[in-house]
């Protein structure tokens, strides 16, 4: 399925968890906020929330700055 | 002295020395410049993730949390709905609610836009955020911040990265007189004379990250804002002479020989 992930169109197996879509880009969830179709989840929801065919998704972590 | 903590909502913390995490030459560089500043809270920066490189180190990595109090900041947001979105995202990459909130009103100056910056601070303080407002130095945006429920207000010495130093010395004084939340100097300090007179003018504290992590040598630097944020409490707390036009003799002008 097609999703847009940070802007970027992907294709990805799915439907599938968030938890799983991190875990598919080696992300690590203690280090990211995620952002699905504009709701901000909470790291509690990861695992219930199911990213679809033609979802938004952002995934943030920190970086430097001042 | 020992005891002067610098408290801001509910939190103390050691040191009035706040810095940043961006633009260091390496990550290693940055956190040994960290630790020889004795700073206790960083700023980071919400940003996506690099999907097509997975490579990159990630900062936390080079963060001692258990030393370092982490400040999410909204940088690079020109709407109050941009940093209200980057401050929730911050609370939920991060550990805590607070956000070093800054709206941006020009890309040349990076000065505030103040009008957005209030009402984001007023909605982001409604659901339940430690706001600490990047401002211009002006008295009244601070008064107007410190209102909407700012911890703190943190009006600009000069323009963010170009190290000039206070601009406006007697504004600083006067938002420490008026402000009833801790005022903090953020952006525009050079050189470690800049942050020390930034806290003798009254600031409780300052927050830098170009200073130091543009400096040639950036952990020396970051012992030197150690020392100059300090010099500068201790001589706002010790409390300076007045200034006279003319000389005051230091020694005695009785027994002078020959006389």
Redesign the interface.
Known sequence: MNITLNGDPLDVPGPVSVTALLESLAIDVRRVAVEHNLVILKRAAFDATIVHEGDNVEIVNFVGGG | MASDHFVIADRTFQSRLII?????PSNAV?AKAHEASGADMV???????N?SD?SKE???DYIDTSKMF?L??T?GCYTADEAV?TA???????LSNWVKLEVIGDERTLFPDNEALVEATRILVREGFVVLPYTSDDPIVCRKLEDAGAAAVMPLGAP??SGLGIQNPNNIRIIREFSRVPVIVD?GVGTASDATFAMELGADGV????AIAGAQDPVAMAESMKYAVRAGRLARLAGRIPRKMYATASSPVEGLVGR
Do not use: F, H, Q, W
């Open positions: 940043g995490t961006g633009k260091y940055m700023t980071v920066a919400v940003r996506r993730v999907i997975r990630s900062l936390l982490v999410p900041n940088a979105r929730r995202l911050g609370r939920e990459a991060g963010i990265g952006a927050l830098m990250n170009t």
